[in-house]
């Protein structure tokens, strides 16, 4: 099985900040990486696929990037509503794995 | 607008059965894979089944493989997941995704007696 590690698993952060999530995978994924965002209330919206896609309707302020076993998810500048969970996974090979995942938390 | 709608969840005892279900509108259901994924309270993401389009082929890691059925009634727009012998560590929200694009709204299993 493919191990996804994220980092960090908390991140305080101010509005306004830049931040940037990793995610590590234990073997090559070939871009094949998926992000989420995950409110308190149990809200799963996808946010980028394929790495560096931004889904539907996703603000541009999200980013991904990244190749091989690491990745990056990049919020260039943090609104209110960006305050969440966020998890990596890797569609690359079954079993889908997920990252441990980072709460981002104001400041 | 794509929306999946689970249902089926509750109490339940270990040992016993409990059937979810996940009603999809809003694009042609018969055209994508789907899959059911949960999270148990506090936990991150874990994937539990995938089933193609056509029902042909379905998935499981080996923490559910032989417990859990993954099934799809095309004609109703409809998924579901049969889960036997229920353990403690099932507990969880179980969300059902298009294609990881679109989630549900998750609905709760608990496993106790």
């Known amino acids: 099985d493919i191990q996804m590690t994220q980092t960090p698993s908390s991140m305080p952060a101010s509005l306004g900040e830049r931040v940037t999530i990793s995610c590590r995978a234990s073997?090559?994924?070939?871009?094949?990486l998926n992000w989420y965002q995950q409110k308190p209330d149990g809200t799963i919206k996808p946010l980028i696929y394929?790495?560096?896609n931004l889904q539907s309707g996703v603000p541009s302020r999200f980013s991904g990037s990244g190749s091989g076993t690491d990745y990056s998810l990049t919020i260039s500048s943090l609104e209110p509503e960006d305050f969440a969970m966020y998890y990596c996974?890797?569609?690359?090979?079954?079993?889908?794995?997920f990252g441990g995942g980072t709460n981002l938390e104001l400041k | 607008e794509v929306q999946l709608v689970e249902s089926g969840g509750g109490l339940v005892q270990p040992g016993r059965s409990l059937k979810l279900s996940c009603v999809a509108s809003?694009?042609?259901?018969?055209?994508?894979?789907m899959t059911w994924i949960r999270q148990a309270p506090g936990k991150g993401l874990e994937w539990v089944a995938s089933?193609?389009?056509?029902?042909?082929?379905?998935y499981y890691p080996d923490s559910v493989k032989g417990r859990f059925t993954i099934s799809r009634d095309n004609a109703k727009s409809t998924l579901y997941l049969q889960m036997n012998s229920l353990r403690s560590e099932d507990t969880a929200t179980y969300y059902c995704?298009?294609?990881?694009?679109?989630w549900g709204q998750g609905v709760m299993v608990t496993v106790s007696s």
């Open positions: 809003g694009f042609t259901f018969n055209n994508y894979w």
């Open positions: 089933i193609t389009n056509t029902g042909g082929s379905t």
């Open positions: 394929y790495t560096s």
């Open positions: 996974q890797q569609y690359d090979s079954s079993p889908w794995t």
């Open positions: 995704t298009r294609r990881f694009d679109y």
């Open positions: 073997q090559g994924i070939s871009n094949y």
